[in-house]
C-alpha cells in the first residue's frame, strides 16, 4: 500500500478509561476480526489480562479502513497498558507510531496517567487526537472535561469526537479522524533498512520473533539482517503481521509494524528498543533507541523446588524477551537457597512477572519481600547499591544511608485534600506544592521515600479519597535517612529472605506488626516457635506461635487406607508453597507479610 496511506497510531489513556474497549470496536468495525470471534478486550490476549481487566503487554495489530473518500487505509493500532507501572510498554509503543489517540473518560477527566502519557506521546513528537469516551454514563460531562484536556494539557478540543467505546456510538468518526489528522510515516523505502525493535517473544518452533517498526527500507525473507546494537546476524526466514492473527507477508516495508523470524536461538542477540539492518546495505546509524529502564523495586525469587533453579534461570531469560524492563541476577539465601534477584518496575510488574512465571512456565516460586535500592555509604568511604536488607553491612561499618525518592503528583478533589496530606505526612512525604485544577480538583505534589510507596501507598489512598484520587511518580533523587536492617528470627534463628529496611523511627511499629502477621501467617507445628523482631541484635518485638498435636489421620477409622492417602495427599497439597527454614515450614505469605501489615 502507498505510504501516504499509512498511519501508524497508540492509544494512550489512563488506566480503565477505555483503551482497549475502543481498539476492540476499531476491530469490530474495520472486519478486522469476525463476529464470531470477537470477544471483549480481545488484543488482551494473556489470560493474566483478561482476568484481571488490565493491559500488561503493548499490542500491535494491522487493520484495512475503507475511508469516506474511497480509499483504502492500511493502520497499524498499538494497544497499550495505563498503570505507571507498565510506562516502560507505553513509551515503547509511542516509538513505533507517528499518532495517539488519546482517550479521556468523559465521567472522571483528566487524569494522573493521562498527563504522564501525554508528556510521553510529545517526548515522541507525535500528534495528538484527543477523544471523549463514555459519553453514555449519565454523569459523563464531555464539554468540562474538554475544557480540563484543553486547560491542563493545551491541546484543542474543539473538534475532539464524543463517544461511547462500549456502544460504539460515534466510534466510525474517531477512524475518519484518524485518516485526517495523524500523520502518514515518513521514512524512504529505498534507504538503507532500519527497523526498531519493539517487542520480542520466544516461540518454542521458530525462535525468538521480534516485532519492528519499519521507518527506512524493507525486510524480507533470505535478507541478512544484523542487529545493530550486538552486531548479531541472522538470515529471515519470514517476515509478517498480526491481524490480530498472525499473517505471514511477502516483506515488510517501510512504515510497516510487524514480526520478523529468523531462527534466532540466543537471547542475547535481541534487544528491545536495537535496530535491525539489512548487512548488505547497511544503515551508518542506529535509530534512537529508548531510555534504559531503571528496576524500582527487588525482590528474591526461589523455586519452592531447589532442583528446579535451572528452569527458573531458563524461564527468566525467555520472560525478559517479552519484558524488556525485567532484570535478574542469581543470588543465594541461607534460607531459600538458589535463587534470583530481580529487578521490577513496581508492585503490580512483580506480580504480574511471578505469575507469568508460575503460569507460563509452570513453576512454583517463593517471592521474598520487596525492597528498593539503597546507597549505603560505608565508614572506609566506599558506597555500595544494597537492593537486598539481608545484605547490609554491619551497623558500625556504615556511615550512613541514602534511600530514593520519588516526586509525586495527586490528583484530588478538595474535599480529599485533608486526609491525603495525612496519609502523605505518615508516609514520611515532604510537601512540595498544591496547585488548584479546576472548580473540583486540586495537584498535590509531594516528596516520598519510594519504600513508603511501594507497600500499601496505593490502596490507602484509595481507602482514603473513595478511589477519587490518581497518582503519578517519577524517581527525583537519593537521600539520607535513618534507616536501620530488621532482622525476623523464628525459633531463635534469623531468616534472611525476611529481613527489611526500615525507617528508625517506625522500627517498633514494623517489628511488633510484622510479629503479629507472622505468627498469622505460619501455621502452628508440633512445637512452640518463638517469632521476634531484632535490630543489630537488640530484641524489639517477640510473639508465640503455639504448638499444634494434630493428627490428620486421627479421622480414619479402621484401616481405609485410600481415605487415609488421600488426606495425607491433601496435606501434601497445602504444603507446596511451604519451605523449610531450619525446623521451621514458613508459606509464601510470610514472605511477603511486609506488604499486608497494618502498623499505622
Ligand atoms: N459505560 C461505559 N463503559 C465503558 C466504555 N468504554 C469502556 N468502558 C468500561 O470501562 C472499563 C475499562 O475499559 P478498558 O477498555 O478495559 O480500559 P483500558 O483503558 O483498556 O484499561 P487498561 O488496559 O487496564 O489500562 C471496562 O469495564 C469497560 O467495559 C464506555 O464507552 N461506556
Given at each position: 500500500?502507498?505510504?501516504?496511506?499509512?498511519r501508524?497510531?497508540?492509544i494512550?489513556?489512563?488506566?480503565?478509561?477505555g483503551?482497549?474497549?475502543l481498539?476492540?470496536?476499531?476491530?469490530?468495525?474495520?472486519d478486522?476480526v469476525?463476529?464470531?470471534?470477537m470477544k471483549?478486550?480481545i488484543?488482551d490476549s494473556?489470560?493474566?489480562e483478561?482476568?484481571r481487566g488490565i493491559t500488561?503487554k503493548?499490542n500491535?495489530?494491522q487493520?484495512?479502513?475503507?475511508?469516506?473518500?474511497?480509499?483504502?487505509?492500511?493502520?497499524?493500532l498499538?494497544?497499550?497498558?495505563?498503570h505507571?507501572?507498565f510506562t516502560y510498554?507505553?513509551?515503547?509503543s509511542l516509538?513505533a507510531?507517528?499518532?495517539?489517540?488519546?482517550?479521556v473518560?468523559a465521567?472522571q477527566?483528566?487524569?494522573?496517567?493521562t498527563?504522564a502519557?501525554?508528556?510521553?506521546?510529545?517526548?515522541?513528537?507525535?500528534e495528538?487526537l484527543?477523544?471523549?469516551?463514555?459519553?453514555?454514563l449519565p454523569s459523563?460531562?464531555?464539554?468540562v472535561v474538554?475544557?480540563?484536556i484543553?486547560?491542563?494539557i493545551?491541546?484543542?478540543c474543539?473538534?475532539?469526537v464524543?463517544?461511547?467505546?462500549?456502544?460504539?456510538?460515534?466510534?466510525?468518526?474517531v477512524?475518519?479522524?484518524?485518516?485526517?489528522?495523524?500523520?502518514?510515516p515518513k521514512?524512504?523505502?529505498?534507504?538503507?533498512?532500519?527497523?526498531?525493535v519493539?517487542d520480542?517473544?520466544y516461540?518454542?518452533?521458530?525462535g525468538?520473533?521480534?516485532?519492528?517498526?519499519?521507518?527506512n527500507?524493507?525486510?524480507k525473507p533470505k535478507d541478512k539482517i544484523?542487529f545493530m546494537?550486538?552486531?548479531?546476524e541472522?538470515?529471515v526466514t519470514e517476515v509478517?503481521v498480526?491481524?490480530?492473527?498472525?499473517v505471514?507477508e511477502?516483506q515488510?516495508?517501510c512504515?510497516?509494524?510487524?514480526w520478523?523470524?529468523?531462527?534466532?536461538k540466543?537471547?542475547?542477540?535481541?534487544?528491545?528498543?536495537?535496530t535491525?539492518?539489512?548487512?548488505?546495505?547497511?544503515?551508518?546509524?542506529?535509530?534512537?533507541?529508548?531510555?534504559?529502564?531503571?528496576?524500582m523495586?527487588y525482590?528474591g525469587?526461589?523455586?519452592v523446588?531447589?532442583?528446579?533453579?535451572?528452569d527458573?534461570?531458563?524461564?527468566?531469560?525467555?520472560?525478559k524477551?517479552?519484558?524488556?524492563?525485567?532484570h535478574?541476577?542469581?543470588e543465594?539465601?541461607?534460607?531459600?537457597g538458589?535463587?534470583?534477584?530481580?529487578?521490577?518496575?513496581?508492585l503490580l510488574?512483580?506480580?504480574?512477572?511471578?505469575e507469568r512465571l508460575?503460569?507460563?512456565?509452570?513453576?512454583s516460586?517463593?517471592a521474598?519481600?520487596?525492597s528498593?535500592?539503597?546507597?549505603?555509604?560505608?565508614?572506609?568511604?566506599?558506597m555500595?547499591?544494597?537492593?537486598?536488607p539481608?545484605?547490609l553491612p554491619?551497623?558500625?561499618?556504615?556511615?550512613?544511608?541514602?534511600?530514593?525518592?520519588?516526586k509525586?503528583?495527586?490528583m484530588?478533589?478538595?474535599?480529599y485534600?485533608?486526609?491525603?496530606?495525612?496519609?502523605?505526612q505518615?508516609?514520611?512525604?515532604?510537601?512540595?506544592d498544591?496547585?488548584?485544577?479546576?472548580?473540583?480538583?486540586m495537584?498535590?505534589?509531594?516528596q516520598?521515600p519510594?519504600?513508603?510507596?511501594?507497600?500499601?501507598?496505593?490502596?490507602k489512598?484509595k481507602?482514603c479519597t473513595k478511589g477519587?484520587a490518581?497518582?503519578?511518580?517519577?524517581?527525583?533523587?537519593?537521600?539520607?535517612s535513618s534507616?536501620?536492617?530488621m532482622?525476623?528470627?523464628?525459633?531463635?534463628?534469623?531468616?534472611?529472605?525476611?529481613?527489611t529496611?526500615?525507617?528508625r523511627?517506625?522500627?517498633y511499629?514494623?517489628?511488633?506488626?510484622m510479629a503479629?502477621?507472622?505468627?498469622?501467617?505460619?501455621?502452628k507445628?508440633?512445637f512452640?516457635?518463638?517469632?521476634?523482631a531484632a535490630?543489630?541484635?537488640?530484641?524489639?518485638?517477640?510473639?508465640?506461635i503455639k504448638?499444634?498435636?494434630?493428627?490428620?489421620l486421627?479421622?480414619c477409622?479402621?484401616?481405609?487406607?485410600s481415605?487415609?492417602k488421600k488426606?495425607?495427599e491433601k496435606?501434601?497439597?497445602?504444603?507446596?508453597?511451604m519451605?523449610?527454614?531450619g525446623s521451621?515450614?514458613?508459606?509464601?505469605?510470610?514472605?511477603?507479610?511486609?506488604?499486608?501489615m497494618?502498623?499505622?
Amino acid at each position: 500500500m502507498d505510504q501516504k496511506n499509512i498511519r501508524n497510531f497508540c492509544i494512550i489513556a489512563h488506566i480503565d478509561h477505555g483503551k482497549s474497549t475502543l481498539a476492540d470496536r476499531i476491530l469490530e468495525l474495520t472486519d478486522t476480526v469476525e463476529k464470531r470471534e470477537m470477544k471483549d478486550q480481545i488484543l488482551d490476549s494473556m489470560d493474566l489480562e483478561r482476568e484481571r481487566g488490565i493491559t500488561i503487554k503493548l499490542n500491535a495489530v494491522q487493520l484495512v479502513y475503507h475511508a469516506k473518500d474511497g480509499q483504502d487505509y492500511l493502520f497499524h493500532l498499538i494497544d497499550t497498558p495505563g498503570h505507571v507501572d507498565f510506562t516502560y510498554e507505553v513509551s515503547r509503543s509511542l516509538a513505533a507510531c507517528d499518532g495517539a489517540i488519546l482517550v479521556v473518560d468523559a465521567a472522571q477527566g483528566v487524569q494522573a496517567q493521562t498527563l504522564a502519557n501525554v508528556y510521553l506521546a510529545l517526548e515522541n513528537d507525535l500528534e495528538i487526537l484527543p477523544v471523549l469516551n463514555k459519553v453514555d454514563l449519565p454523569s459523563a460531562q464531555p464539554e468540562v472535561v474538554k475544557k480540563e484536556i484543553e486547560d491542563l494539557i493545551g491541546l484543542d478540543c474543539s473538534e475532539a469526537v464524543e463517544i461511547s467505546a462500549k456502544s460504539g456510538l460515534n466510534v466510525d468518526k474517531v477512524l475518519e479522524e484518524i485518516v485526517h489528522k495523524l500523520p502518514s510515516p515518513k521514512g524512504d523505502k529505498d534507504a538503507p533498512t532500519q527497523a526498531l525493535v519493539f517487542d520480542s517473544f520466544y516461540d518454542s518452533y521458530r525462535g525468538i520473533i521480534a516485532f519492528v517498526s519499519v521507518k527506512n527500507g524493507t525486510i524480507k525473507p533470505k535478507d541478512k539482517i544484523r542487529f545493530m546494537a550486538t552486531g548479531a546476524e541472522y538470515e529471515v526466514t519470514e517476515v509478517g503481521v498480526r491481524t490480530p492473527k498472525e499473517v505471514v507477508e511477502d516483506q515488510l516495508n517501510c512504515g510497516d509494524v510487524g514480526w520478523v523470524s529468523a531462527a534466532i536461538k540466543n537471547i542475547e542477540d535481541v534487544r528491545v528498543g536495537d535496530t535491525i539492518t539489512v548487512a548488505s546495505n547497511p544503515a551508518s546509524e542506529p535509530l534512537s533507541g529508548y531510555r534504559e529502564m531503571h528496576p524500582m523495586v527487588y525482590c528474591g525469587l526461589y523455586p519452592v523446588d531447589n532442583a528446579r533453579y535451572d528452569d527458573l534461570k531458563e524461564a527468566l531469560s525467555k520472560l525478559k524477551l517479552n519484558d524488556a524492563a525485567l532484570h535478574f541476577e542469581p543470588e543465594t539465601s541461607q534460607a531459600l537457597g538458589f535463587g534470583f534477584r530481580c529487578g521490577f518496575l513496581g508492585l503490580l510488574h512483580m506480580d504480574v512477572v511471578e505469575e507469568r512465571l508460575e503460569r507460563e512456565y509452570n513453576l512454583s516460586l517463593i517471592a521474598t519481600s520487596p525492597s528498593v535500592i539503597y546507597h549505603v555509604y560505608k565508614t572506609d568511604g566506599i558506597m555500595e547499591e544494597i537492593d537486598n536488607p539481608s545484605a547490609l553491612p554491619e551497623p558500625q561499618k556504615v556511615d550512613h544511608i541514602e534511600e530514593p525518592y520519588v516526586k509525586c503528583d495527586i490528583m484530588v478533589p478538595k474535599e480529599y485534600v485533608g486526609p491525603m496530606m495525612d496519609l502523605c505526612q505518615k508516609k514520611r512525604g515532604e510537601y512540595v506544592d498544591l496547585q488548584v485544577l479546576d472548580d473540583v480538583r486540586m495537584m498535590m505534589v509531594y516528596q516520598m521515600p519510594l519504600s513508603e510507596i511501594i507497600y500499601d501507598f496505593f490502596d490507602k489512598m484509595k481507602s482514603c479519597t473513595k478511589g477519587y484520587a490518581s497518582f503519578d511518580y517519577e524517581f527525583s533523587g537519593y537521600r539520607t535517612s535513618s534507616l536501620v536492617k530488621m532482622d525476623i528470627l523464628l525459633n531463635g534463628q534469623i531468616v534472611d529472605a525476611l529481613s527489611t529496611i526500615v525507617f528508625r523511627d517506625f522500627a517498633y511499629n514494623r517489628g511488633n506488626a510484622m510479629a503479629v502477621k507472622l505468627k498469622d501467617l505460619i501455621p502452628k507445628q508440633q512445637f512452640e516457635i518463638p517469632v521476634q523482631a531484632a535490630i543489630g541484635g537488640k530484641i524489639i518485638a517477640r510473639t508465640n506461635i503455639k504448638a499444634l498435636r494434630k493428627n490428620v489421620l486421627a479421622k480414619c477409622y479402621g484401616g481405609d487406607i485410600s481415605r487415609k492417602k488421600k488426606l495425607l495427599e491433601k496435606q501434601k497439597e497445602g504444603k507446596k508453597r511451604m519451605k523449610m527454614v531450619g525446623s521451621v515450614e514458613i508459606p509464601q505469605e510470610a514472605f511477603m507479610a511486609v506488604l499486608s501489615m497494618d502498623d499505622d
